[in-house]
């Protein structure tokens, strides 16, 4: 035992051995080092992340000082596969949208409008100020809406 220590403090000794227990142990504090700054740079960018509602505090005060606009909809009702035949409007082409609530929004457009037809095939929306029959159509959307003032 006493025989090793002896080999081991004379290789110690000797300046290549030195040097590249030095240089190993700067390597390893700085691979060290490295892990801890980063570590902490991720739990700080976390704690940012977490806590940062600057975006919710910008709409918020957006939102506060703001008018508030009410919007009344006349046209609420929507029913799938009902189709209401006649009734049209007069001097009101048939219009082309997109969906049943486009079709909503153009009878809307309307004061006299109060109930209208969408094709689903077509995107026919028929807008309607009389009396219809109502019929099953399963390629139709129909809708009611109040009168305007």
């Known amino acids: ?7 081991y403090s004379i290789v110690d000794l000797h300046p290549t051995v030195r040097f590249i227990k030095m240089n190993s142990s700067i390597l390893a504090f700085v691979v060290v080092v490295i892990l801890v700054i ?4 991720a739990r700080s960018a976390k704690r940012k992340f977490l806590d940062e509602d600057s975006d919710d505090d ?11 606009v009410q919007i009344i909809s006349r046209c609420t009702s929507i029913i ?3 189709d209401a035949l006649g009734g049209e409007m007069t001097g009101v082409p048939t219009g082309s949208v997109r969906s049943a609530a486009a079709c909503a929004v153009l009878c ?8 209208w037809s969408f094709s689903k095939e077509s995107g026919g929306c028929w807008l309607k100020d009389k009396p219809s029959q109502i019929q099953d159509n399963a390629n139709t959307y129909t809708g009611t809406c109040t009168k305007s003032a």
Not at 1 to 7: A, F, N, Q, S, T
Not at 58 to 68: L, Y
């Open 108 to 115: 809307e457009s309307f004061s006299g409008c109060d109930h």
């Open 58 to 68: 910008f709409f918020a005060d957006k939102r506060a000082t703001s008018n508030t």
């Open 38 to 41: 980063s570590e902490s740079n």
């Open 1 to 7: 035992m006493h025989i090793l220590i002896v080999i």
């Open 80 to 82: 799938e596969g009902k």
